[in-house]
């Protein structure tokens, strides 16, 4: 019996050594994996990049705008960027912005540095063509948008950075007048509306295209071609051509910036307006006009409808009156000196073989007549 005690005394002095020595190992059940929530992990940045990507076009004039991308790295990042001027590159967001000034190509170098210190480079293209420009053909019979025709279709090719334009009718001295009934849409540059006048001729305004801040200007026109019943027959020559009337066609006339204005040669009958009704005319014959300018660049200088006088026919006899019309003025200012401007003229007459009172003062042309024209002159810069 004694040596069973004496083992169990053994055993039990070697199992409270080895409880005191142990007392600070985790037990075997506490080797659990940590969860989600009590881990911290150190990331490791990917290799820093810049791109460039498409950048998009430039064009002389117009404000520019386009951001690089970066990948890899630490935020925050700066930016810097040499052979872009005049653009810059905005240090904190690597947009790059400003206004070129000449076409070419820009080749800038674009740097990004991060939050470690570490950087990386990209070459940056951007193409930069000339500004945004519209013409009017020269050649073209009617100096102006019509029959469908906007602004858009006289966009001289390759300029601008085809971005969107927007367009919008101007109004004031020189942007001449939109008729009653019509409008232009300001996101395709188009006429909409029916045409609500009812005096004859045809109606000529400036509407402006903008492109990132850069604008360009053409005169749009509309006509109506009926006349009141039993009116006059109205001719008009100009441009050179004394053979078609051209009473519903806009004159064209061109002008040098920093030099005078003018329009109209009365020593070579151009233009030269002719008003016949031989009903109301004869011997006697009396006439009268009335004329109402629209402001523009020759606004307070000189206007003119001579010569005038009245008109005969193969046998002498009277049928109705002619009259010329020039105009002059100083240089324009520089809002006007690279874009086209309108002058619009509304002109009443009155014919009569009655009395000289029937024709006399603008009431009573306007009471009394019957014939009227709206008439333009759409000038040019050389």
Known sequence: MRPSIATALVFFGMSALATACTTDLPAPDNYESASASDTNTTGVPGDLEVDCGMPALGAVGANYAHTVSVQGGMAPYSFSATGLDPLVINGASGAITGVPTAEGTLMGEVTVTDALGATASATCTITVRPKLDAEIPEGKLMPCAVDGETLVDFLVPDTGDGSPITCSTLGGSGNGRIPGGLSVNPDTCAVEGSIMEDRYGTWVWIVEGQQNGVSVYVPYCATNDMQAPGAYDITVFHGGDLQT?????????????GASISFGDPDASDPRFEIVDAANCGNPCFFGFAFFVNASPFDGNTFSLNPRGLLQ??????????????????????AFEDRPWVLNVSLDYCLSNVSQATCQGADAVQANGNGNLEFAVVMFPQ
Not at 245 to 257: D, E, H, I, S
Not at 313 to 333: C, E, K, T, Y
């Open 313 to 334: 026919d193969a046998n002498n006899q009277q049928v109705g009156l002619f009259h010329h019309m020039s105009v002059m003025g100083p240089a324009v200012s520089a």
């Open 245 to 257: 009337n051209k009473a519903l066609v806009p004159a064209r006339g061109t002008f040098q910036p």
